[in-house]
Each structure stands twice: as structure tokens, then as C-alpha cells.
């Protein structure tokens, strides 16, 4: 397998491979063949043993997705996976024209765009972008309060465009594509009303209540002349963005803190649409996070389910997404301490603080190459003030490669369910006809030993002929631009 990166001038930078049959690359293999050794250890062998996502197994889980997938687009609440309809039945053409704005909201951080885009010949040809924190305080407080906080970072960032660089036609309201990364249920492009807070928010006064008012009052109460044209979430705008410069992309997916799947669904196929028209295509929001069946869950992941603000919900996506891979591992080496002797004959104290371990910090681990694992060694000593000899390091690293093993071959086996979707409506693979994910999130990107187990379950379930008329792009922080492009796609203008 290959992975290719390039950077145009004029896009988010992007990365892309094709499934082929060559071999992986020398580190990879090293750093499987290190971690997968034979482990001595009662506890690691057995949680090893709970992980294990063989083949058959696998195939399971991608045909359990699908009936989900069939269940939600049959009815409303049909499966786990809600199937949400988004209303963008139109995808960026290329031809779109003019000053556009873009918010991104779905974590600790937002970020908010302007595009000015020159039709199909010079595309985009001026962008601007900021990233605010939000704090602790705004994730728990009140709608007034978190949207207050939104529309007057807006309004500062409009206040500080430079003259002549972003144009505005005289007479028009300014546009925004708001991309909302929560489950939302959709009504129509440019409205729709919060199920429940995920990713540690939990604003009041908002389920139930339509977000896209909740912001355009916001900046109306702030001055700002804008108003929302497009609400999306960040899978709709990578898919959206990513489509702008690539018309066979079909799925767009987020592997970060969080995770989400979105595909180009025919309208044929989706019997809840019922007196709606029948004809096109439409983006379906899957909210895969949310499914919970037939999955691998040992004690750790269900002791950590218990103290989630969400227990018995969205299994996948703790199995999956980078928000909880470092705190499975956490509390794996905490049982470790406690009935071995891992690291000596005492239990660190920050191996009992939750959240001590986060996903970087085994990325870290398993890129080690050194002989001695110093690195594993200092990262152990650095963040959790722990002394590890070789024989401790290794079985950390053993660890580190099975809850990551387990989390990118599900991945890997939920991008299979969608592709399967759409080639049994389309036939677009068996015919030959190249068919592209577009990826983004820091788990997919900065993680390669996630990335190529995620690579091997596609090729081992798809099978090498189909595998080879899919690619994967990643397509970094291009869901802004999908936002805004989506803004300017439904434009009341």
C-alpha cells in the first residue's frame, strides 16, 4: 500500500492512497511484528483474546452496520444509526461565485472562514480563518451564553476584513454555512433541532430547540447582517469540500476525537422520504457513532461506558474514535498494576487519574523504533511518573496495539457497510468507476498504525478487486470550505 500526499496551492492539504498489493512499508511490519508478540501476562492475554477482530467477524459487524443503515432509511428511529436526512441534494459544482462565510462548531475549539470564490475557472480565489477556544464554562452553561460568545467572535472577525480582499455583492445579507457536529435532526437545509450533546457538551435550553434560530438571533442581537444558508455537520462539509475538487467522492468520514459518516445516497433507496420526490441523490448523515451491536466490549470498556455522560449509547464510536482510546489503555495498565507487578510493587498515582493517557501519547509509543523503547519509557515517566523496565514497556506497547488494532479494523469494517450501500444501488466499483472516501480527523492523520489497520480490514472485506476502485483522501479541515460552498450552493440570492 501507498500513501501519496501532495499540497495544490489553492486547497486544504491533501493525502490520498489506492488499495494495491504491495507489501507494507518495513516500519509498519517492525512495529506489528514488536507488539504483537506472544504476551506472558494472564490479564493482556485475555483482553487481547476480548479484542480480536478476526476476519469473519468483521464481516459480521459491516453486515450489522448495514441492516442498521436499511432500518433508519426504512423509518425514523428504525436502528442505532438515526440515517438523518440533511436536505443537501445539490453538491458543489465548481461554478459557485461570490463571498461566502463558514463556522465550524463541534468541540473545545471553532473556527470561522470567509471564501470568495470566482466560478469554475479561478475557484477559489481569497480565504480568511480564525480559531477560537471555548471554554470549560460555555460547554455546560446556558444557549444564550454559548451563542452570545459565537455571534460576537463573528461579528469581530467580519469587523476585521480587509477592504478589497472579501466582496460583498451591495444589497446582500452575508451568507454562513454552519457546520454543528452534534446529532441534530434535520428539517431542512437551513434548520433543524438538537437530539442530545455529545463530545463533553451539555448546553441547557437547547435539545429540542432549532439551532440555526438559536445562532441567527444570536447575531442579530449582536448587529451582525448574516444569516445561516446551510447547516451541515463537519462529515457533510468534508464530503461537500472534498467533492468541490473531486466529483467520484461518494463518503465523506471523521476520525478524531469524535467520529461520523456521510454518504451520497440515492433517494429511491430511502422509503422514510415517502411523498418527498423519489428522484436524485441525496447526503445522508449516518451519525455512526451511535451504533451498539455484536461489538467486542471487554470489562475496561464497559466500566469506562459506565462513567461516560452517555452509558449503554454510542458503543462504536468509544471503540473507534480518539477521545477514548488512551483512557481504555488507562485503565487496562491500571488493572495491570493492581494484580501484576507491571511496574514494580506499587500503583502509580496518575495511573488512577482518568483521562491521564491520551491517544497521542500511544501513537507515540508505537512509533518507537528504538531498541530500548526509550521513548515508551519516557513518555510512561513523563505522564504517569512511572519507572518501566524493557519487559513493562513492551507489554505497554502490546496494549497500545490492541485497543488501536481493534478500533481501526471497526473502522475499517464501517466504511466497508457504506461502500457496500452504495455499490449495490450504483454498481460504481464493480464497473470499474473509482470511488473516493474523503477522510479527515487529527486519529486518521497523525495515527498510522490506526490508518493502515483501518487499510487492511477495507482490502480484507472488500476483497482486492472491488478495494482496488476505492481511495481514501484526506482532505485536512476541508469541511469549512464544504460549509461555505453549501451556503453558496442554497443561496437565497
Not at 449495490?424 to 493502515?452: C, F, H, I, N
Request: glycine share 10%; hydrophobic share 40%.
Amino acid at each position: 500500500m501507498s500513501l501519496m500526499f501532495s499540497s495544490p496551492v489553492v486547497t486544504p492539504a491533501l493525502g490520498s492512497f489506492t488499495f494495491s498489493s504491495r507489501p507494507r512499508s518495513n516500519y509498519i511490519v517492525m512495529s506489528a511484528v514488536r507488539s504483537n508478540s506472544a504476551s506472558t501476562c494472564p490479564i493482556l492475554t485475555k483482553f487481547q483474546k476480548d479484542c480480536a477482530t478476526p476476519t469473519p467477524y468483521l464481516r459480521n459487524v459491516a453486515n450489522a452496520i448495514a441492516d442498521d443503515m436499511r432500518d433508519g432509511l426504512a423509518v425514523e428511529g428504525g436502528g442505532d444509526l438515526e440515517m438523518i436526512l440533511t436536505f443537501v441534494d445539490a453538491l458543489p459544482s465548481g461554478n459557485e461565485e461570490g463571498l461566502f462565510y463558514a463556522l465550524d462548531l463541534g468541540g473545545t475549539n471553532f473556527r470561522v472562514r470567509s471564501v470568495q470564490l470566482g466560478g469554475k475557472k479561478e475557484r477559489v480565489l481569497a480565504t480568511e480563518s480564525e480559531q477560537i477556544s471555548i471554554s470549560q464554562k460555555l460547554m455546560i452553561g446556558t444557549s444564550e451564553e454559548l451563542f452570545g460568545f459565537i455571534a460576537s467572535k463573528l461579528a469581530s472577525f467580519v469587523a476585521k476584513e480587509k477592504p478589497g480582499r472579501c466582496l460583498l455583492e451591495e444589497g446582500r445579507k452575508r451568507e454562513l454555512g454552519f457546520t454543528f457536529s452534534f446529532p441534530v435532526k434535520q428539517t431542512s437545509i437551513d434548520s433543524g433541532t438538537l437530539s442530545k450533546w455529545t463530545k463533553g457538551f451539555k448546553v441547557s435550553g437547547m435539545e429540542g430547540k432549532n439551532v440555526v434560530a438559536c445562532l441567527n438571533e444570536a447575531m442579530e442581537a449582536h448587529g451582525l447582517d448574516m444569516r445561516v444558508s446551510a447547516l451541515v455537520n463537519d462529515g457533510v462539509g468534508t464530503l461537500a469540500g472534498a467533492r468541490y475538487w473531486d466529483e467520484d467522492v461518494m463518503v465523506g468520514v471523521i476520525l478524531g476525537t469524535g467520529t461520523n459518516a456521510c454518504y451520497v445516497e440515492q433517494k429511491h433507496a430511502i422509503p422514510k422520504l415517502r411523498s418527498k420526490s423519489s428522484s436524485g441523490t441525496t447526503i445522508i448523515n449516518t451519525e455512526w457513532g451511535g451504533f451498539s451491536k455484536i461489538l467486542p466490549q471487554t470489562i475496561f470498556d464497559l466500566e469506562m461506558d459506565e462513567t461516560s455522560l452517555n452509558p449503554g449509547e454510542h458503543l462504536y464510536e468509544k471503540m473507534i474514535s480518539g477521545m477514548y482510546l488512551g483512557e481504555i489503555v488507562r485503565r487496562v495498565l491500571l488493572h495491570m498494576c493492581e494484580t501484576s507487578d507491571l511496574f514494580g510493587h506499587s500503583t502509580p498515582a496518575k495511573l488512577s487519574t482518568p483521562l491521564a493517557l491520551r491517544t497521542e501519547h500511544l501513537c507515540k509509543m508505537q512509533e518507537d523504533n528504538t531498541d530500548d523503547l526509550r521513548d515508551v519509557g519516557s513518555i510512561l515517566y513523563d505522564f504517569l511518573d512511572v519507572e518501566a523496565n524493557m519487559n513493562a514497556r513492551r507489554r505497554v506497547v502490546e496494549v497500545c496495539d490492541t485497543v488501536v488494532k481493534r478500533g481501526g479494523r471497526l473502522a475499517g469494517a464501517g466504511i466497508v457497510a457504506i461502500l457496500e450501500k452504495i455499490e449495490k444501488d450504483t454498481k460504481r466499483m464493480g464497473s470499474g468507476k473509482r470511488t473516493v472516501v474523503a477522510m479527515d480527523g487529527a486519529l486518521y492523520e497523525k495515527y498510522p498504525q490506526y490508518r493502515q489497520y483501518m487499510q487492511d480490514a477495507l482490502v480484507e472485506l472488500l476483497g482486492h478487486k472491488l478495494a482496488s476502485h476505492v481511495a481514501i483522501k484526506h482532505t485536512k479541515d476541508v469541511s469549512g470550505l464544504g460549509a461555505a460552498l453549501l451556503a453558496a450552493t442554497n443561496s437565497i440570492y
